[in-house]
């Protein structure tokens, strides 16, 4: 049997670290769907409840999301009965953003699905093991303290 090609590639840190990125995303996407959510409507769920009510301007900045992009998941999420925009009380010339209780109700869901998913992706590694990788991967991706 011939070798794998890419040798040099393939033994990358960042190629290796991007295949299992991909494989988490493939996971999470996969669970998600299965609570008929899709990763950015599940990331702009969980940003509203976190800093509710928000300002669109500043819910797009938190999460480097797009104005466009973020109208577009709004507009669903909102259509979907799972967050409400209204006048936002520090500045009536802005919408605020917030969960509905069915919102807060799927985004519970959500979170178990991807921790589920996540568990997934890491279960070749010991309790231990996870620990440490984490710890690395949070060393290396820059975001420790964060």
């Not at 568990?119 to 620990?131: I, T, V, Y």
């Amino acid at each position: 049997m011939a070798e794998a090609p890419l040798p040099a590639i393939r033994s990358l840190p960042s190629w290796i670290l991007g295949r299992a990125a991909a494989r988490g995303r493939a996971l999470v996407a996969e669970a998600l769907a299965a609570q008929d959510m899709k990763m950015w409507h599940h990331v702009v769920l969980s940003a509203v409840r976190d800093l509710a009510p928000v300002a669109q301007a500043d819910l797009g900045r938190g999460i480097g999301l797009d104005p466009k992009d973020l109208v577009g998941v709004l507009n669903d999420l909102q259509a979907a009965g799972l967050v409400v925009r209204a006048p936002d009380p520090r500045d009536r010339r802005k919408n605020a953003v917030s969960l509905t209780d069915e919102g807060a109700r799927l985004l519970t869901r959500c979170e178990e699905a991807a921790r589920e998913a996540n568990d997934a992706l890491l279960a070749p590694l010991s309790a231990a093991e996870r620990d440490q990788f984490m710890a690395l991967l949070t060393r290396i991706s820059g975001t420790e303290g964060v």
